[in-house]
């Protein structure tokens, strides 16, 4: 089957220990990106990647960082994790072979910093 | 910033009825798509529209898009309890912010059986 995994799905984690959320694609897509989510603002880029070795600052990147050393995969790391890092977390991919194709996206990851 | 301004921020509604939701945005768009998010789920991705598209359907799904008032619309017929959900739009810049979509804040649906 098709799809975006992502993982842990939940997450209660202290303020400063160090965190990532994994994020793995099957289709063979290109293109893949973090979104964070938070109530009355919608779903917000945080990172994306167009390519292995490949990735990009979206709207709101500070504070985390990411990675794409294999096509499958793009986790998003959390070095130093605060309060205002709690938030809906959603990975995405793309196929890349048009401009009008829709992105995938995985569960969502609920991350809660205290 | 959130290129889409979603109306209304909540809408209430009987099954069998039509529900409309709006979309405006602020900058050129090579596409905009709708997804709809159940409670705390991933988003599903619901309908495509490109730039120099009025409008498309898809069953029960009608989107609408006016460049000029950079605005769309999506209507959904016949609405069921299970269409319940938040509906956001989302648009794609294209060119250099290729793949990026900016959302919006979405509309929360709420259908009654």
């Known amino acids: 089957e098709a799809q975006v995994t992502q993982n842990p799905r939940y997450l209660i984690t202290v303020t400063g220990k160090k965190l990532t959320v994994t994020c793995s694609q099957n289709m063979n897509h290109e293109y893949m990106s973090w979104y964070r989510q938070d109530p009355g603002l919608g779903l917000r880029q945080i990172y994306y990647s167009m390519n292995v070795e490949v990735t990009d600052k979206g709207d709101v990147p500070e504070g985390y960082k990411v990675s794409r050393k294999e096509k499958r995969n793009f986790p998003l790391i959390l070095e130093s994790p605060s309060p205002n890092q709690t938030s809906l977390y959603f990975c995405?991919?793309?196929?890349?072979?048009?401009?009008?194709?829709?992105?995938?996206f995985g569960p969502g990851t609920r991350l809660t910093v205290l | 910033s959130q290129q889409g301004e979603e109306d209304p921020q909540a809408l209430s509604i009987q099954e069998g009825e039509n529900a409309t939701m709006n979309c405006s945005y602020k900058?050129?768009?090579?596409?905009l798509q709708w997804y709809r998010q159940n409670s705390g789920r991933g988003l599903v991705h619901l309908i495509l529209?490109?730039?120099?598209?009025r409008e498309k359907h898809s069953g029960r799904l009608r989107v609408t898009l006016d460049t000029s008032k950079k605005s769309s619309s999506l209507l959904i017929t016949a609405s069921r309890a299970a269409d319940t959900a938040s509906y956001f739009c989302a648009t794609d810049a294209g060119g250099t912010s290729y793949g990026k979509l900016t959302f919006g804040q979405g509309t929360i649906l709420t259908v009654h059986p």
């Open positions: 529209i490109r730039s120099n598209e």
């Open positions: 995405a991919s793309r196929p890349p072979d048009t401009p009008y194709n829709e992105q995938f």
């Open positions: 900058t050129s768009i090579n596409n």
